[in-house]
């Protein structure tokens, strides 16, 4: 069974950083895409960050130049470091693992991050 365990939220005074981690088990973790989505209140879950299984980056234009997603095939994990917070970055952040075909999602638990102005 996939496992995919993040961590590393909190609460953080705008301007301020942090690193989500996510881990992966059960799972061919280099062939696969990995991902951010997170969820404001009331709000539709959003794409944050991709990166692809080569390595390849992608970003919302709204935290482009703010956060660095990163993977390391070795660990199995997906880390991403949130730099210059700001409030509207607050939510329940999920890593996701994509598989491209047959197409099937993973998701993991969430973890929560608040950014007070």
């Known amino acids: 069974q996939v496992q995919l365990v993040e961590s590393g939220g909190g609460l953080v005074q705008t301007g301020g950083s942090l690193r989500l981690s996510c881990a992966a088990s059960?799972?061919?973790?280099?062939?696969?895409?990995m991902a951010w989505y997170r969820q404001a209140p009331g709000k539709q879950r959003e794409l944050v960050a991709t990166?692809?299984?080569?390595?390849?980056?992608h970003y919302a234009a709204s935290v482009k130049g703010r956060f660095t997603i990163s993977r390391d095939n070795a660990e199995n994990k997906v880390i991403l470091q949130m730099n210059s917070l700001k409030p509207e970055d607050t939510g329940v952040h999920y890593c996701?693992?994509?598989?491209?075909?047959?197409?099937?999602?993973?998701w993991g638990q969430g973890t929560q991050v608040t950014v007070s102005s």
């Open positions: 996701n693992v994509h598989r491209r075909w047959p197409p099937r999602d993973y």
């Open positions: 059960n799972i061919d973790f280099s062939a696969y895409d």
């Open positions: 990166i692809d299984d080569g390595g390849s980056p």
